[in-house]
């Protein structure tokens, strides 16, 4: 907790938890239910609880655990444990609510940083792209980078403010948002990089081969990668 009234209260203290349950679930995934005053935050924790390196994964604005591309964060979490990176799959206190979802997406970057973990990438789908580039600029020279699939560029107005390398990835018949979300949102930013994928819509299940390959690849980049700083 804070020393004095004007230090910071950190992400986990801020989410005021009055419980925590867990359970290992199998396949090196760990469940584990934060409870609350303000409801329930779940996360599946995959690899080395003690992992350098951990990538934070959020879904839409209805929430959700699997991502895009029937289940992509999953796999990919697996992917990652063998590599020895973490992987946090966050499920939202309140979905739609964009401040308290960056939040308990920094929450579990303190909550993984308190057990070793140093740098983060974030990963959004849909609403949860504004949640990851927030998130991003939250964690700072934290962040290795961002990964957003089909986001929305509403919530992202302060983008230029993430100092981070960026991967966008959005379908070119996205039936809910529109590619030039991303392409805006790639200009807020200044720099990043933008993948359109033709026949594919929202929910990307049409680039499945496509997103675990180059999702898959981009972030063990980024943290094999020195620290790249935008500002």
Same mark, same amino acid.
């Given at each position: 907790?804070? =020393?004095?009234?004007d230090d910071p209260v950190p992400p986990l203290d801020a989410l005021r938890v009055v419980a925590v349950q +867990?359970?290992?679930v199998g =396949?090196? !995934?760990?469940?584990?239910?934060?409870?609350?005053? +303000?409801?329930? !935050?779940?996360l599946l924790w995959h690899g080395p609880r003690d992992a350098h390196d951990v990538v934070l994964m959020s879904g839409g604005a209805m929430g959700g655990l699997l991502g895009p591309a029937e289940g992509l964060y999953h796999d990919l979490g697996v992917a990652f444990s063998a590599l020895g990176i973490g992987t946090i799959r966050v499920g939202y206190r309140r979905p739609n609510d964009l401040d308290r979802c960056v939040m308990d997406v920094v929450a579990a970057a303190d909550i993984a940083g308190r057990v070793g973990a140093r740098r983060f990438v974030t990963v959004g789908h849909s609403f949860g792209g504004a949640v990851a580039i927030n998130a991003g600029i939250a964690l700072g020279r934290h962040a290795a980078g961002v990964v957003t699939l089909a986001t929305q560029s509403a919530g992202c107005e302060h983008a230029d403010l993430l100092t981070c390398p960026l991967l966008l990835m959005h379908g070119e018949t996205d039936e809910l948002l529109p590619p030039v979300a991303?392409?805006? !949102?790639r200009m807020i930013v200044g720099h990043g990089e933008l =993948?359109?994928?033709p026949g594919t819509g929202h929910l990307m299940k049409e680039a499945g081969a496509i997103? %675990?390959? %180059?999702v898959g690849?981009?972030?063990p980049e980024r943290f094999a990668a020195p620290q790249q700083d935008y500002a």
């Open positions: 907790m804070s =020393d004095t009234p +867990e359970k290992a =396949d090196g !995934v760990d469940h584990v239910e934060l409870y609350t005053l +303000e409801g329930l !935050v779940t991303s392409e805006m !949102v =993948d359109l994928l997103l %675990r390959s %180059r690849d981009w972030i």
